[in-house]
């Protein structure tokens, strides 16, 4: 079965400090993958995806990922994170099936202190 | 840009009660989804809805549950009678293909 770990929980940063958040997965054959944003109170934005081609994807708000897919990795980045970047993380998988659920990782909770 | 949305945002409901979550998908998405996430824990995929059946469906969604497109806007989600281990977060989601776009979600509180 399929799986996500993002080893990550709670991550508290300074602001201007860069941020990396991992994520692996498990599941042997061609994925797609995600990563989400939750803001307080509000529901989940797509960041950014990977289908194919280039493996470091640019996202909204600066981010940026990259599939790594000998180490089942697709680590979330920012160079300098800014206070409204205060959210609740989540890295997301499905793989091609018909139903393209998806399955998520546990979430990492970041906090920017100003 | 078009959105998910759900209501309640928030539903009470006595253990044992019938309770029936609404959802209106982006209207030219064809494939739509339920999630739940427990407080602490992470998003739990429930079920999968396409062509107007069950395309998936995960343990967790099992004969209380049922899902219905009872027209041409709205995704609902029922649980027949819910138990206090019902009581998280449901998120509707809805994605042409893919990626997903997720609603605000329900938080179902089970007294």
């Known amino acids: 079965a399929q799986s996500v770990s993002q080893h990550n929980h709670h991550v508290i940063l300074s602001e201007a400090a860069s941020l990396e958040l991992g994520c692996n997965y498990s599941?042997?054959?061609?994925?797609?993958l995600f990563w989400y944003v939750q803001y307080p109170g509000q529901h989940l934005q797509l960041l950014l995806k990977?289908?194919?081609?280039?493996?470091l994807v640019k996202g909204i708000k600066g981010f940026e990922a990259e599939f790594i897919k000998s180490k089942f990795s697709f680590n979330l980045r920012k160079p300098s994170v800014q206070w409204s970047d205060t959210a609740e993380y989540f890295c997301?998988?499905?793989?091609?099936?018909?139903?393209?659920?998806?399955?998520f990782g546990s979430g990492t909770r970041l906090l920017v202190r100003p | 840009e078009p959105e998910v949305t759900q209501t309640p945002s928030h539903q009470v409901t006595q253990m044992g009660q019938e309770v029936i979550l609404r959802c209106v998908p982006i209207?030219?998405?064809?494939?739509f989804y339920w999630y739940r996430q427990i407080l602490g824990q992470k998003v739990e995929f429930l079920v999968s809805?396409?062509?107007?059946?069950?395309?998936?469906k995960s343990e967790i969604f099992d004969d209380q549950f049922s899902v219905e497109r009872p027209d041409g806007s709205n995704f609902t989600l029922k649980i027949r009678s819910t138990k206090l281990e019902d009581s998280a977060m449901y998120f509707c989601?809805?994605?042409?293909?893919?990626?997903?776009?997720f609603g605000d979600g329900t938080r179902l509180s089970i007294l």
């Open positions: 989601a809805s994605g042409g293909n893919q990626p997903q776009h």
């Open positions: 809805f396409y062509n107007n059946e069950i395309s998936e």
């Open positions: 990977y289908f194919s081609g280039d493996p």
């Open positions: 599941y042997g054959g061609t994925v797609n």
């Open positions: 209207s030219n998405h064809l494939y």
């Open positions: 997301a998988v499905n793989a091609g099936d018909s139903s393209y659920k998806l399955i």
